[in-house]
């Protein structure tokens, strides 16, 4: 396209600014091209545009930077974000509970009553308690 550009007096008219590039990195640096060659480029998708073709240049800086902004912004955010909630702490009975409720002498139901704690908090409270203290199931194996 730009081997058809004759002269600076040459207006490109396109639908929108993705006929540059679907790229927003090709799109900053087609839009760096027209601003330095001094080249009208209207896209019919802003009509600003198309109203106040006198003021392309500066359009067309104000696009550049707000393709710019997007691109950073799209680029800062990680895609696989993983949203974890914030880790309580274990109830002051925790250890107590813990040690009978291991010993099978009170059930799982009532150690969650009397710490407050729903299904899913505790079993997640008693994985990471194991884990840290070592507090795994011993398996005997009688030979």
Same mark, same amino acid.
């Given at each position: 396209? &730009? ?9 490109? @008219? ?5 006929? @540059? ?13 027209? @601003? ?26 104000? @696009? ?39 010993? &099978? ?39």
């Amino acid at each position: 396209m &730009k081997e058809d550009i004759s002269d600076k007096n040459t207006i490109v @008219l396109m639908d929108s600014i993705n006929d @540059l590039s679907f790229d927003s990195i090709t799109q900053i640096h087609e839009i760096d091209w027209f @601003l330095t060659q001094s080249i009208s480029c209207i896209f019919f998708t802003y009509t600003t545009m198309l109203e106040h073709p006198e003021n392309n240049q500066e359009h067309l800086r104000l @696009l550049k930077d707000y393709v710019i902004s997007s691109y950073q912004k799209k680029k800062v955010l990680p895609f696989n974000q993983v949203i974890r909630k914030k880790r309580i702490d274990y109830p002051e009975k925790w250890e107590d509970l813990f040690e009978k409720w291991e010993n &099978k002498e009170i059930t799982a139901r009532y150690f969650m009553k009397e710490c407050g704690l729903k299904r899913g908090t505790f079993y997640h409270m008693i994985a990471d308690y194991k884990e840290q203290t070592g507090s795994m199931k011993r398996i005997v194996t009688i030979t």
